[in-house]
């Protein structure tokens, strides 16, 4: 393997693009090594003659600069415009701050397809497991900025996720909404949920939004189930795309390997579908 400032200069050049400057380099190291061990030759070539004008320089921060930006759903992103809309929400007056939160969660595809369904989607979750009281949302991104369409009262709320920047931000909205509400408490972690040493405090419910192609990375689905079964909640929503990335509907949207992993596991299930993503409601 290359030497660790090498691994340093590679992780600045690859975070040269906006999108990716908020990932925590801890994450991008991660998978610039993996990229490496698995493309031996492009390896070999920079132990030979580590040139940021080689083409094995610019092969392998192209291809992880893309590997990153599939894994952690960073395609039609707006994190500036985000960073703008969340100071303005903070400093607003509440009669404007749920038109802010809509433009917030507009920065973001996955959540921007979600606005038209989020009160009903949470509305049919809390009528299968109850209104919870302790919430772990698990890679979600910015869907914590979702959390007024849960029309919740007391709750805790913990978040996991890779992205500083968002971390803080959510962090910052936490705090407001306890200033509102001190029966809300929210608290944001950067962490790797798919780590092997990771453990999450004890909830009523768990978000598992869009994660799992994030979690297995094209490697079977071992991964996504050992963290189910590590997740300390009643209940945990797995979420899937029901369409591609070009926008095209897929044929067959349910996930069967979900279906008879939670038979064999023995947890029961409830799909609920909308148009741009179906819902798993898992109780363990």
Request: hydrophobic share 35%.
């Amino acid at each position: 393997m290359l030497d660790k400032d090498k691994i340093t200069l590679l992780i600045q050049e690859i975070k040269k693009k906006k999108e990716l400057q908020s990932i925590d380099d801890h994450f991008v190291e991660e998978s610039l090594r993996k990229y490496l061990q698995q493309e031996q030759k492009l390896l070999k070539s920079l132990q030979e003659n580590f040139n940021p004008k080689s083409k094995a320089y610019s092969t392998v921060v192209k291809q992880v600069r893309s590997q990153l930006r599939r894994v952690y759903g960073l395609f039609r992103d707006d994190p500036q415009e985000r960073k703008k809309l969340i100071q303005e929400l903070l400093e607003a007056p509440p009669a404007k701050r749920a038109a802010l939160v809509q433009q917030i969660l507009s920065t973001h595809s996955s959540t921007q397809e979600r606005l038209p369904v989020y009160e009903q989607l949470y509305s049919k979750i809390f009528s299968i497991t109850g209104k919870p009281r302790t919430i772990l949302d698990l890679g979600g991104g910015i869907n914590p900025f979702s959390f007024s369409y849960m029309k919740l009262g007391q709750c805790t709320y913990h978040v996991y996720d890779i992205n500083e920047e968002e971390i803080q931000s959510i962090n910052h909205y936490f705090q407001m909404l306890h200033q509102e509400n001190p029966s809300f408490i929210g608290k944001a972690l950067i962490f790797d949920i798919a780590a092997a040493n990771v453990t999450f405090p004890k909830a009523d419910l768990a978000f598992l939004f869009k994660m799992t192609d994030v979690i297995d990375q094209g490697k079977g689905h071992k991964k996504t189930e050992e963290l189910l079964q590590k997740i300390p909640a009643k209940y945990i929503v797995v979420s899937f795309a029901t369409k591609t990335m070009s926008g095209k509907a897929m044929t067959a949207p349910r996930r069967s390997w979900m279906e008879w992993l939670c038979k064999r596991l023995g947890y029961g299930y409830t799909i609920l579908e909308f148009a741009n993503e179906l819902f798993y409601v898992v109780k363990k």
